[in-house]
C-alpha cells in the first residue's frame, strides 16, 4: 500500500528541483515505489573533490534529498516534515559513473 499522500512521481520530483541545488549537482529521480524514492548523481567533474573521488557532501546531498522528499509526500495535508539531523559513513569511493541511493520509509506512524 503506498505512503505518498499527494502524487509523487520521478518527473514531478524533477520538475520541482529545477534551478536548485539538486538539478545543478545533477541529481535525477529515477523511480518511486509504494514506500520508496530512488534517485541517482553523476560522477563527474563537478561532484568530484579535487583528489578524483566524489565529494562526501555530494553524497549527504542526495541522501537529504531523497529523504526530505520522501517526507513532505509522506505528510498528511496540513503537516510539515523538516530534518534537524544528518550523518553519513562513506563506505566506498566512487571515481565514475553514477551513483544511486535509496529512501524507504522504516517506520510508519499515523498522527495523533
Not at 538539478?23 to 563537478?46: C, Q, Y
Not at 541522501?63 to 566506498?92: F, K, M, Q
Amino acid at each position: 500500500m503506498p505512503i505518498w499522500k499527494q502524487a509523487v512521481s520521478p518527473e514531478i520530483l524533477n520538475t520541482i528541483s529545477r534551478d536548485t541545488a539538486v538539478s545543478h549537482l545533477g541529481i535525477e529521480f529515477i523511480e518511486v515505489g509504494d514506500d520508496f524514492l530512488r534517485a541517482r548523481v553523476p560522477v563527474g567533474a563537478h561532484t568530484r573533490q579535487p583528489y578524483g573521488l566524489l565529494h562526501g557532501g555530494v553524497s549527504v546531498v542526495l541522501a537529504e534529498t531523497l529523504g526530505s522528499c520522501g517526507a513532505v509526500y509522506a505528510c498528511p495535508e496540513g503537516w510539515r516534515a523538516v530534518g534537524l539531523d544528518i550523518n553519513a559513513n562513506h563506505l566506498r569511493a566512487a571515481t565514475r559513473g553514477w551513483v544511486t541511493g535509496t529512501a524507504r520509509a522504516g517506520s510508519r506512524h499515523r498522527p495523533r
